[in-house]
């Protein structure tokens, strides 16, 4: 039989060995794992961007998956490698607010501080906690190793305060979190935020110079090159050009505001 899933998540890339190297000691300590590559082409040390991807896929995967992230700025730091526990999966990673959407949605997860153990290498590398740290303990876990063998419990972990968006008055103040291939620019406006702000007000999205005051259901619903604003397959608000880039058209990026105004 199969043994269990284990998703890999960084900002690797594929054009060197780490994420092979990574594959290599998670197969040498679990034969039977099931690797499955969720992406790897974070954008370098980019942590929301990678919060806002792990946090809108792990449900996707069946009970028992192992979601093990790697987007590691501070790696050979004093930060803290952890494990995540909710009651259905299991995340490993650096407890740097990579996982602070699955705080938010997985309400009882129990956060484990890695701490040294037989089943960490005496040697670990101030540069590859991924090969050295992670990927061993995700190996472990989908062996049956409890988390309280690889860990303590902790109570804060780390979290990033721009996953949600801010409002005041008649605006609400969102955050370009992630931007796709296609050029897209996400928010970390969910529909949810957008309905409870508006409430069925008139309103306008604006992005740098650009208004728009409808959102549109689908990339089809205007003619090619139009901008416009819809909620992705993440339900999470997006300004899209038709058949084009909106992050080339207005020329921003991660980290660039995108308001909400009640009219």
């Known amino acids: 039989m199969p043994g269990p899933i284990i998703t890999l998540l960084t900002d690797f890339g594929t054009k060197d060995h780490y994420v092979g190297v990574m ?10 794992a099931q690797l499955v590559d969720l992406c790897h082409e974070i954008p370098s040390q980019d942590v929301r961007g990678a919060a806002y991807v792990i946090g809108t896929s792990y449900r996707y995967f069946p009970q028992g998956t192992i979601h093990c992230a790697v987007v590691d700025p501070g790696v050979g730091s004093e930060r803290h490698g952890l494990v995540a526990k909710t009651n259905h999966y ?3 990673g650096p407890d740097n607010g990579l996982f602070t959407m699955i705080y938010d949605l997985e309400k009882d ?17 101030s540069t590859f906690h991924g090969r050295d740290v992670f990927a061993p303990v995700a190996a472990h876990l ?34 370009v979190i992630y931007m796709d291939r296609f050029g897209n620019l996400i928010t970390n406006i969910t529909r949810t935020d957008f309905d409870n702000f508006v ?11 650009v208004s728009l005051n ?7 619903d205007a003619s090619r090159g ?8 993440t339900d999470y608000l997006e300004l899209s050009v038709v058949m084009g880039s909106a992050a080339r058209r207005l020329n921003l990026g991660v980290g660039n505001t995108i308001s909400v105004r009640r009219l």
């Open 90 to 92: 299991l995340f490993v």
């Open 214 to 220: 409808e959102v549109a259901n689908t990339y089809a």
């Open 226 to 233: 139009t901008m416009i604003a819809l909620f992705g397959s």
């Open 109 to 125: 997860a129990e956060v484990y501080k890695i701490t040294e153990s037989a089943h960490i290498p005496t040697e670990i590398s």
């Open 23 to 32: 594959k290599g000691v998670i197969l040498g300590i679990s034969r039977s």
């Open 199 to 209: 409430m069925q007000a008139r309103f306008e999205i604006v992005a740098d110079d």
């Open 142 to 175: 989908s062996q049956g190793v409890p988390c309280s063998e690889l860990g303590e419990l902790i109570s804060e972990p780390v979290r990033i305060n721009t996953l949600r968006p801010d409002s005041k008055g008649s605006i609400l103040k969102g955050t």
